[in-house]
């Protein structure tokens, strides 16, 4: 790889054999010539953002650079890769650079440079497996001392509370073991550093009577000061139970909300709108449950949180199959609703990709292009992306989010938290981007690991 010297007022000698190449591809109707300066050919884990800038030279017949000339970068059809910026004029030297960030697809990724006039020049690279610089592992302690765990939900507490900011409820589900998926709660001041809080002690709340605890969904109340936790409790029923805390250390019995037959209520997620406008989407299976064909995302609506009205079917759907597992955040400085949810196919529980929508009322819902996150992105999350929690700081424009999702081993799948921040801008980018049927992994394909089960999902 040829180095970037002094903003290219010079070429070096090196570099001279990759532009005669490159010209030979790049010929516009003016007879421009675009040429490959820099960053073909790297290496980076996928979802990463290569280290080195793309650049490119653009010159006339004669050899002499072309300044001034706008220069656009298109990531080809099949990926969801994000170039920024999408285009950039010519500098006195004829040079042009841009960032480029691959998605989660391993294997060979390719952009299109094309210059005014036409010439164009395509730029690979290759991107690894094993991990990302953006998306990185996020180990908690649990309780039963695996260290893996699923589902997880953010609060953001006010400044009037003592100790840590943060708050993160997951579940335990070592290999996929039921018995221990109960909400368990955890303290930070950042995103990815997380402990038990004094005084605590995991799990918060344990089933009866053969049942299983699952889908925490957690919130503060402003008017009454205090932490809410949902969860659902399986039995031959979906019951969402609740319990709160005006400490974050003493929770209250719980009480139950609101009940339906089994894989009626998948995945709660609760907003507060104010003390009488409370919202609840959840994933409505059937009784088949994660093996259903088709799935819905349903809306209840409460004055307080416990009792809800019957539901109605929102919009939310998706290309690539059927929406599993939900978060649902409001965003008050862009009055939009936001939804991150794993996506599932027909007949299957394994979920591969993590989808993003936007919402004025709640019902009706906008989804984009691309993925926020395909398997793969970190070791991690290698075979299934799943149920992940998303939030906006409005002071600063970050987005973080918590990922959760399972490698498959000789023990059969692991499951494991992931934390990534990340610009607005650059998130809605990422989703913006063109997504093909080339792209979608294993469409049509037989799935590399054993199909996750109503019995093996959590």
């Known amino acids: 790889m040829c180095p970037r010297v002094a903003r290219?007022?010079?070429?070096?000698?090196?570099?001279?054999?990759?532009?005669?190449?490159a010209c030979s591809d790049g010929i516009g109707p003016n007879s421009?010539?675009?040429?490959?300066?820099?960053?073909?050919?790297?290496?980076?884990?996928?979802?990463?953002?290569?280290?080195?800038?793309?650049?490119?030279?653009?010159?006339?017949?004669?050899?002499?650079?072309?300044?001034?000339?706008?220069?656009?970068?298109?990531?080809?059809?099949?990926?969801?890769?994000?170039?920024?910026?999408?285009?950039?004029?010519?500098?006195?030297h004829g040079a042009a650079s841009a960032s480029w960030r691959l998605d989660?697809?391993?294997?060979?990724?390719?952009?299109?440079?094309?210059?005014?006039?036409?010439?164009?020049?395509?730029?690979?690279?290759?991107?690894?497996?094993?991990?990302?610089?953006?998306?990185?592992a996020l180990p908690i302690v649990t309780y039963e001392g695996s260290g893996q765990a699923v589902h997880p939900d953010f609060a953001r507490l006010p400044a009037s509370w003592t100790g840590d900011p943060y708050r993160l409820v997951a579940t335990p589900y070592p290999q996929g073991n039921?018995?221990?998926?109960?909400?368990?709660?955890?303290?930070?001041?950042t995103g990815d550093g997380w402990v038990v809080p004094t005084g605590v002690h995991n799990p918060l709340e344990t089933p009866q009577g053969g049942s299983y605890l699952s889908d925490p969904d957690m919130l503060y109340d402003a008017d009454k000061d205090e932490l809410r936790i949902y969860y659902r409790r399986v039995t031959t029923e979906n019951e969402i139970w609740m319990t709160r805390s005006s400490d974050g250390v003493v929770w209250s019995t719980p009480v139950l909300s609101v009940h339906a037959p089994n894989h009626f209520i998948v995945s709660p997620a609760i907003v507060r709108r104010s003390a009488t406008a409370w919202l609840m989407w959840s994933v409505n299976s059937g009784v088949v449950g994660c093996g259903a064909s088709t799935?819905?995302?349903?809306?209840?609506?409460?004055?307080?949180?416990?009792?809800?009205?019957?539901?109605?079917?929102?919009?939310?759907?998706?290309?690539?199959?059927?929406?599993?597992?939900?978060?649902?955040?409001?965003?008050?400085?862009?009055?939009?609703?936001?939804?991150?949810y794993p996506v599932k196919k027909a007949?299957?529980?394994?979920?591969?990709?993590?989808?993003?929508a936007t919402s004025a009322d709640g019902v009706h819902w906008t989804t984009f292009p691309s993925p926020v996150?395909?398997?793969?992105?970190?070791?991690?999350?290698?075979?299934?992306?799943?149920?992940?929690?998303?939030?906006?700081?409005?002071?600063?424009?970050?987005v973080s989010i918590w990922y959760s999702g399972a490698k498959n081993g000789s023990g059969g799948y692991s499951w494991h938290l992931a934390w990534e921040q990340l610009a607005v801008d650059?998130?809605?980018?990422?989703?913006r981007a063109p997504f093909t049927i080339a792209a979608r992994a294993d469409d049509g394909e037989k799935p590399a690991s054993p199909e996750l089960t109503n019995e093996t999902a959590p």
């Open 104 to 136: 989660g697809r391993t294997g060979t990724h390719t952009i299109i440079v094309t210059a005014d006039g036409g010439a164009t020049v395509k730029v690979k690279a290759i991107a690894d497996p094993g991990g990302s610089s953006s998306v990185r």
């Open 32 to 92: 421009a010539q675009l040429a490959i300066a820099g960053g073909d050919g790297q290496r980076a884990p996928a979802g990463s953002v290569l280290p080195e800038p793309i650049v490119v030279v653009l010159r006339d017949a004669r050899e002499k650079p072309l300044a001034g000339a706008r220069v656009a970068w298109a990531v080809m059809l099949g990926t969801s890769d994000v170039v920024e910026p999408s285009s950039e004029v010519t500098d006195a």
């Open 373 to 398: 996150l395909m398997k793969g992105a970190t070791d991690q999350l290698r075979d299934v992306v799943y149920r992940s929690s998303i939030d906006l700081n409005a002071m600063t424009g970050t």
């Open 347 to 356: 007949g299957g529980c394994t979920t591969d990709r993590l989808r993003f």
């Open 426 to 431: 650059a998130l809605l980018a990422r989703v």
């Open 178 to 189: 039921g018995n221990f998926e109960n909400p368990s709660l955890y303290t930070g001041s």
């Open 295 to 340: 799935t819905t995302v349903e809306l209840r609506r409460s004055t307080d949180g416990v009792t809800w009205r019957p539901p109605e079917t929102t919009t939310i759907s998706d290309p690539d199959g059927y929406p599993w597992h939900i978060d649902v955040e409001w965003i008050p400085s862009r009055n939009e609703y936001w939804a991150v």
């Open 8 to 21: 290219f007022a010079l070429l070096c000698v090196c570099c001279a054999p990759i532009l005669l190449v």
